[in-house]
């Protein structure tokens, strides 16, 4: 039985084929006043925008003209439709030859200011193709249109598994990855193992099940956005972004930005039947399985944040986040916030607290024997008590002296910096006394360290004593989730530094680049890292991986500057000296918070090497200073803050050779740092003081909104245990 479809598909895709393939040897004949490229991963509203603009009388409208592309280039048939030889998802500046430049001008058109239409183009693999397509079209615009990920996986999971798009006399076309999987192969063959797709994706050539078609989904939309978001920058005013949940929230607002971007006259009746082809955005990411792995929701969740969506929205800790925005209580009367001591960024957080509630805090130390910051000076931000000068002064009632002091401030709410400390406890057990709620304040991880059953069951007891728990990030919100915490009660934000400080210093040591290396004795180029010179710092592994990258470095290789100082730094220096770097390390001790900005504005890339770390403050604070980061994937910090290709990379701390392929890359493309370094710095903007400050006092009004607790016995037991440490 003959199937008619097919046969007008067949008839239809040959004339236009043959007609294209004519235009290229034709005269050029169309001219436009502008060329504007539809960019954006497929089933992110594309063909909506496109259709949208089409409405407007002076656009001309080409919906993936493939036939087109086939004409001025055979390469650009990825999905196999021309029965082509050669075919390629990703096309680069450098093959665009003077002939396809030709060709492109006679088969769509040239640009021309006194041209009264405007060409208007859409194909999604062109996220793969901008530096050719600005090649061909030097004065073209670009719309990238973007969409949150679980919406788009799902359209593309529901449409990469129909097989039934029959043209006649050539294979079946899978309507997403082509005749003969040909795209996919392509997107395989090209992308697996770039930048541009996450850490850790296990993908498969010959996708079955939903999971695996979920899985090269999500993928492809990681690939697309990051394609074209490394591409903006060299497109300067000729680039705008658009969501799509704005284009259907409100057409007529984000139809008015794009008319005045691509220059159309105001058309009221065409904005009025664009608007009408708006309809509800589909919530698809209920519809997502467990198919796409964990890495990939969560370098996902972390891109899509970047783009102004809700950080982890997709996996629990975020859906979580939000259910305990909505279980609020009353406002705090007065909070009381506890630290060991008070360095710069605990001040910073405070400060920040102090502007939206009235809070008190209290410092256990004034110094001690790991930080060697200089004692802060009191300000007037918050009133603040210092109970000892060093922990070495602390003996006898000192767990008399934090009561006292808790019973002179009488707050409502008290926070305090996790529940390991005696200090802690101490506070935990006078706020079970006098009915206060508590908040835990906390970064800690699964991975930070081996977990003893015992003392796991310890600490299960003590967190039944706490009303909210304000946490770090996204492993963080997950140990205490393991740990039994209700996951409705903890609040992400915890983990701050003061953006606006190092933004600051950083732009006076770049004004002044010369005089800044002078004074610090900086290097012309170089790595920086900045941690306490201790083992689990895995400095050694850094120096190893940065003398291998010496090795095969090109001309001006960077040199190494270490800040920080501990008990490993001899052995470090000899080290160094030993694997022949010892005159490219600069160990430069610990340097106070006021010297910082300048360290990392000046280098090249920071790195984070630890074997273990809760968080990591220095990727926040190098993040600041608009730095690119490669950080270690057992940070704390590193899944939430260092978004693979876009932020920086990630690394397993013992793979050597992959860190030093990292440093190598970072210093033989400075644009490429640059431009990382650029986004870093927009993406940290969202994780300053303030975060800290809306964070605590949520958590203040979920602990508020919920009945005092009443531990077991075998709580309290423990509680007094480790209390009286």
């Known amino acids: 039985m003959i199937d008619t479809r097919a046969v007008l598909r067949a008839l239809k895709w040959d004339t236009r084929h043959s007609i294209a393939q004519a235009r290229r040897h034709m005269p050029v004949s169309r001219r436009w006043r502008n060329i504007v490229f539809i960019v954006g991963c497929g089933r992110s509203g594309t063909t909506l925008l496109g259709e949208m ?93 973007v969409r949150d990920w679980p919406g788009v996986v799902a359209s593309i999971t529901k449409l990469s598994r129909d097989e039934s798009y029959a043209i006649a006399g050539r294979p079946l076309l899978n309507r997403w990855w082509g005749s003969r999987y040909s795209k996919l192969d392509c997107f395989l063959d090209e992308l697996r193992g770039s930048p541009l797709i996450p850490d850790d994706a296990d993908l498969t050539s010959i996708p079955v099940s939903a999971a695996e078609f979920e899985q090269l989904a999500a993928c492809e939309w990681y690939a697309s956005v990051l394609a074209v978001r490394d591409a903006r920058a060299d497109l300067g005013d000729d680039y705008l972004e658009v969501r799509y949940e704005d284009l259907v929230a409100e057409p007529r607002h984000v139809l008015a930005r794009i008319h005045d971007f691509i220059a159309l006259a105001d058309d009221e009746a065409s904005v009025k039947r664009a608007a009408r082809r708006v309809r509800r955005a589909e919530d698809a990411g209920a519809h997502l399985s467990s198919g796409v792995d964990e890495s990939i929701r969560e370098a996902c969740d972390a891109l899509a944040a970047s783009l102004g969506y809700d950080a982890a929205h997709a996996g629990s800790a975020g859906r979580a986040e939000r259910k305990a925005a909505g279980a609020r209580g009353p406002k705090p009367r007065r909070v009381g916030i506890l630290f060991e001591r008070f360095g710069p960024y605990h001040h910073a957080r405070t400060r920040a607290a102090a502007a939206v509630m009235p809070v008190e805090a209290i410092e256990i130390f004034r110094r001690d024997a790991t930080y060697a910051w200089d004692p802060l000076a009191r300000h007037d931000d918050y009133p603040a008590r210092t109970l000892f000068d060093d922990p070495g002064s602390a003996h006898g009632h000192r767990r008399q002296a934090l009561w006292k002091a808790l019973d002179e401030i009488s707050p409502d709410v008290l926070a305090l910096p996790g529940w390991g400390h005696w200090y802690s406890n101490a506070a935990l057990s006078w706020a079970l006394a006098n009915g206060v709620r508590v908040v835990a304040m906390s970064e800690t991880t699964r991975a930070d360290r081996d977990r003893a059953a015992p003392r796991e069951l310890s600490k299960k007891a003590i967190l039944t004593g706490f009303d909210a728990a304000l946490v770090g990030g996204t492993p963080q919100w997950r140990y205490l989730a393991e740990l039994g915490f209700p996951t409705d009660r903890i609040v992400l934000g915890y983990d701050a530094v003061d953006n606006d400080h190092f933004g600051r210093g950083t732009q006076e040591a770049r004004r002044a680049d010369g005089e800044a290396r002078d004074r610090y004795r900086l290097p012309a180029r170089y790595f920086l890292t900045s941690c306490r010179l201790i083992r689990r710092k895995n400095v050694a592994g850094l120096l190893r991986a940065f003398a291998m990258y010496r090795q095969r470095a090109k001309s001006a290789p960077c040199d190494l500057v270490v800040l920080g100082d501990g008990p490993e730094r001899g052995a470090l220096q000899d080290l160094a000296l030993e694997i022949g770097v010892g005159d490219s390390v600069h160990f430069m001790g610990f340097r106070q918070y006021p010297d910082l900005p ?128």
């Open 598 to 725: 300048a360290f990392y504005a000046l280098a090249t890339a920071f790195v984070l090497p630890s074997l273990t770390e809760p968080w990591g403050l220095v990727v926040n604070e190098a993040m600041a200073c608009g730095v690119p980061v490669l950080a270690s994937e057992t940070a704390g910090c590193a899944r939430d803050l260092v978004v693979p290709g876009q932020t920086g990379w990630r690394f397993a701390p013992e793979d050597t050779p992959r860190l030093a392929a990292l440093l190598s890359t970072f210093a033989e493309q400075p644009q490429l740092a640059k431009r990382m370094g650029h986004a870093a710095g927009r993406f940290i903007q969202d994780w300053g003081p303030a975060r800290f400050a809306s964070g605590l006092e949520r958590a203040c009004e979920i602990a508020l909104a919920r009945p005092r607790p009443q531990l077991s016995l075998g709580a309290r037991l423990v509680l007094q245990a480790v209390g009286m440490r």
């Open 53 to 145: 603009l089409a409405d407007h009388p002076e656009v001309h409208y080409l919906n993936e003209p493939r036939d087109r592309w086939s004409a001025v280039d055979p390469l650009t048939d990825d999905i196999d439709l021309f029965d082509t030889p050669r075919r390629k998802l990703c096309l680069r500046g450098e093959d665009a030859s003077d002939d396809r430049v030709r060709r492109f001008e006679r088969v769509f058109g040239v640009s021309d200011p006194h041209a009264r239409r405007t060409l208007v183009e859409k194909l999604p693999q062109n996220c793969f193709r901008i530096p050719w397509l600005r090649r061909l079209a030097p004065r073209a615009k670009f719309i990238h249109i």
